[in-house]
């Protein structure tokens, strides 16, 4: 009767401290030094950049820096443009990558690229680890953003299973008026898709 009386506490503990409250931090705070992370599971993915259904010039069609970096010595990536149709709308993307030294052994030829239809780049060599986080910074000008909830805004990579997890960082900003989102200090610690999700 004990173990009965026991397993039922028990599974009540577990059931209270589950709930989608716990899920989302803002920012989200984890020691940079831990290989801890928080799963995400949504709906909607990453944030749509603007659909374009009028003609008109295309403003770029990507944005991809690529540089061959000395682990020893470290380096960054940046890329930095228009995205859009120059009739129906531009957004401004400026992302920057920084690659400590001794974040790597060895050296390679790594890649950042803005998507050209979401809030969100690409980083390669795909699966890429490293010793140490590289710090990301990521903003994005002239977005339309009314009706979405910038609470549950957040920062976050597509695993290879298709969980969203979610990306310590010191901190995310939205200006809904000025179509104004930004991520400071996202940590990079493998490579994969990574962008803003709500």
Same mark, same amino acid.
């Given at each position: 009767?004990?173990?009965?009386?026991?397993?039922?506490?028990?599974?009540?503990?577990?059931?209270?401290?589950?709930?989608?409250?716990?899920?989302?931090?803002?920012?989200?705070?984890?020691?940079?030094?831990?290989?801890?992370?928080?799963?995400?599971?949504?709906?909607?993915?990453?944030?749509?950049?603007?659909?374009?259904?009028?003609?008109?010039?295309?403003?770029?069609?990507?944005?991809?820096?690529?540089?061959?970096?000395?682990?020893? $010595?470290? +380096?960054?990536?940046? /890329?930095? %443009? *228009? @995205?859009? =149709?120059? $009739?129906? +709308?531009?957004?401004? /993307?400026? %992302? *920057? @990558?920084? =690659?400590?030294?001794?974040?790597?052994?060895?050296?390679?030829?790594?890649?950042?690229?803005?998507?050209?239809?979401?809030?969100?780049?690409?980083?390669?060599?795909?699966?890429?680890?490293?010793?140490?986080?590289?710090?990301?910074?990521?903003?994005?000008?002239?977005?339309?953003?009314?009706?979405?909830?910038?609470?549950?805004?957040?920062?976050?990579?597509?695993?290879?299973?298709?969980?969203?997890?979610?990306?310590?960082?010191?901190?995310?900003?939205?200006?809904?008026?000025?179509?104004?989102?930004?991520?400071?200090?996202?940590?990079?610690?493998?490579?994969?898709?990574?962008?803003?999700?709500?």
């Amino acid at each position: 009767m004990k173990r009965y009386l026991l397993l039922l506490v028990f599974a009540g503990l577990l059931l209270s401290g589950c709930n989608s409250e716990n899920l989302l931090v803002n920012p989200v705070q984890i020691n940079s030094n831990s290989k801890q992370s928080q799963q995400l599971v949504i709906e909607t993915g990453f944030l749509n950049l603007p659909v374009m259904k009028q003609t008109g010039n295309s403003v770029a069609s990507n944005l991809t820096d690529a540089a061959l970096i000395y682990g020893n $010595k470290g +380096g960054e990536l940046e /890329v930095e %443009g *228009k @995205l859009g =149709i120059a $009739k129906s +709308g531009v957004v401004d /993307v400026h %992302g *920057k @990558l920084d =690659i400590p030294s001794r974040a790597f052994k060895g050296f390679k030829t790594l890649a950042m690229s803005a998507d050209k239809n979401s809030t969100s780049v690409t980083f390669g060599p795909s699966g890429s680890q490293f010793d140490k986080s590289l710090l990301l910074d990521l903003k994005y000008d002239g977005l339309n953003l009314d009706g979405v909830d910038i609470s549950t805004i957040q920062f976050a990579y597509l695993s290879s299973d298709g969980i969203y997890v979610l990306v310590p960082n010191d901190g995310i900003q939205v200006d809904v008026k000025e179509g104004k989102i930004e991520v400071r200090g996202a940590r990079i610690d493998h490579f994969s898709r990574f962008g803003f999700v709500r």
